[in-house]
């Protein structure tokens, strides 16, 4: 059971320290590994940072040698109540740079917020002066992370930066939503006019589009989920793009089976044709946006696909 923060002893709050100032230089550790391959100069940030985490834990273990003798009991955060439970790091790779650099400034926070009330509660004037020291240094660590980054980001590490978050989120999130969407918008588009077109009847066509979105969108998530765990292709966390697969799967088939929400049958069709058009011009734009196709090459390419699938459609359901 984690203990309150006030009934701690002095030995104990010291011995959390030590343990403290350990786990932020292992995590900022892994930070800089994580981060070294797509953005070297972020993690020459966290290292510097892991080396000053490590000299603050080398004060502490020379204070408590001083009052205490050898032996540091091994006191941790989740010991404790009040602190912040933080997700492995190896639990959320690949990382992302934004989320790496605000999970640095929360723990910053709160490792000054507790040496703060950590230097009131001691009586040991030296303890209580190193405790204050050491919440003064956590507060200049932001000090600390933006003079570095001056010095390690310049304009033309911040550009192959952000161009390395762009492929990465590109690699994560756009291309499993695409082939979400591109499927979804596509391949739902024989069924549902086919049912339209065979039965007129609105109901009918949005019953059969409805089913075949969902099952569309069921069926693409497993496919992409099960396609490969990301650990090679840094593509992301399966989940993720399964979901984001899809989601965007469902979208695409469910944008042109709504209008037969209509009843009269030839509205929600034009209504249906209409919105299949928005959907085809949509992934065109995504594809010139985000993998670099020009506008018109892929709007050749999406809207013939679309316009045969639909066709083949119309045909089924009026023979």
Known sequence: MAKNFKDLSEQEILALAISLE????????????????????????????????????????EEYRRRFGEHIPLIRREDVKGFVHRKPVWMIRPLGIKTVRRQAEIMETETRRFYERAANKVSDASTRQL??????????????????????????????????????????????????????????????????????????????????????????????AASDDGSLTGRGKPLLRGFVCGLMTTAGGIGHTLPYLIPEFRTATAVAVVIVAIELLVISWIRKRYMDTPFLRAAFQVIVGGVLVFLVGIWIGSS
């Open 131 to 224: 405790l204050g020291a050491l919440a003064e240094a956590e507060r200049k660590h932001m000090t600390l992370a933006e003079n570095l980054q001056q010095k390690y980001l310049t304009p033309e590490v911040e550009a192959q930066e952000e161009k390395a978050h762009r492929r990465l989120f590109v690699l994560q999130i756009v291309q499993p939503g695409l082939a979400g969407l591109m499927d979804g918008s596509v391949s739902t588009l024989a069924p549902v006019f086919a049912a339209a077109f065979a039965t007129h009847s609105s109901h009918a066509a949005f019953v059969v589009g409805l089913a075949a979105s969902v099952g569309a969108g069921i069926s693409m998530a497993f496919a992409e």
């Open 22 to 61: 350990g786990t932020d230089a292992r995590i900022y550790a892994d930070f800089a590994a994580g981060l070294k391959a797509d953005y070297p100069a972020t993690a020459k940030i966290f290292e510097e940072m892991e080396a000053e985490e490590d000299e603050h834990r080398g004060k502490l273990i």
